[in-house]
């Protein structure tokens, strides 16, 4: 298990550029801040909304038999980029003690439901 961040490439505070755990692969679907009614938690609100999408993760991870760590790749849709600074926030302290997994942060129009303002989309390293 290794978290590589080859010399040469930036360095992040909030992601490293590959992670590498062994397992197999699990690619579960994007997680949103719907709560459990299907209800959009903190519409308007970032933070809120990140709380919520880090939640929906962790409960994933429990549904999956995984942990933080086994998280080897994200990839967040955001609505608008000055948001960056809350995702951050949330990410370190959802990962704090993990290596960080490899991360990418895309800006898009609209998400499936116009009140949401992040996804993330996930790839798990799985225990056989």
């Not at 959009?40 to 995984?66: K, M, S, W």
């Not at 809350?86 to 960080?100: E, K, P, Q, S, T």
Request: glycine share 8%.
């Amino acid at each position: 298990m290794a978290a590589i961040n080859p010399r040469g490439l930036k360095p992040q505070a909030y992601y490293n550029h590959a992670k590498i755990r062994p397992g197999r692969p699990v690619f579960p679907t994007g997680q949103v801040a719907w709560d459990e009614n299907g209800e959009v938690v903190g519409v308007g609100d970032i933070d809120a909304q990140v709380a919520q999408v880090y939640r929906n993760i962790g409960l994933l991870l429990e549904g999956l038999g995984a942990v933080p760590d086994d998280i080897v790749k994200t990839v967040t849709y955001v609505t608008d980029t000055r948001f960056a600074a809350a995702i951050h926030r949330g990410r370190l302290a959802f990962f704090a003690g993990c290596d960080l997994p490899a991360s990418t942060l895309v800006e898009v129009a609209a998400l499936a439901d116009p009140r949401l303002l992040i996804e993330i989309d996930l790839v798990v390293m799985v225990a056989d």
